[in-house]
């Protein structure tokens, strides 16, 4: 979603989350205080990792990032969903055959797999991504050339996600 925007700030929320690549986490930004170069937004997408702070004992510093730069990215935790003010929260739904994983009525970012690519409700369909965008994307790095999955993403900027 990020890399569709071209340039963009992802924030992540979950305390458990993955250690991204980057000098200082949000936990270090809370304890630390925001400097300039946090509020600048730059080319191409930034990755702030957690480092182990709660969302909301973070709020001040991603209520300043989210002012600050143009897109942002919220990386939520699994579980539960938290609510943020003035913020749209994009499902990503993974389309798949039964009712394993209920799709609910509310709009949503479909990915598509092999054996399932229509969709089932309103929202944003992704294309089954190819092996080397995600071999790509698990190593931190873009995509070769025009990835057709990442321009698929382009439209959920421009979704009305209930805000």
Do not use: C
């Amino acid at each position: 979603m990020a890399l569709a925007a071209g340039s963009a700030l992802v924030i992540d929320l979950d305390s458990g989350g993955p250690r991204y690549p980057g000098e200082r986490s949000l936990a270090d930004i809370v304890a630390d205080g925001l400097r300039r170069p946090d509020l600048t937004p730059r080319p191409g997408v930034a990755v702030l990792r957690n480092g182990g702070v709660t969302p909301a004992a973070a709020a001040a510093v991603i209520d300043a990032l989210v002012a600050a730069h143009p897109r942002v990215v919220l990386r939520l935790p699994p579980r539960p969903r938290p609510v943020a003010d003035g913020a749209a929260v994009v499902p990503v739904r993974l389309l798949l055959p039964g009712s394993l994983y209920p799709w609910g009525d509310r709009p949503a970012v479909f990915q598509a797999t092999p054996t399932l690519a229509s969709l089932p409700g309103q929202g944003v369909r992704l294309p089954v991504p190819r092996p080397i965008t995600i071999e790509s994307l698990l190593r931190g790095r873009r995509p070769p050339g025009k990835d057709r999955w990442i321009a698929a993403w382009a439209p959920v900027w421009r979704f009305p996600w209930g805000r």
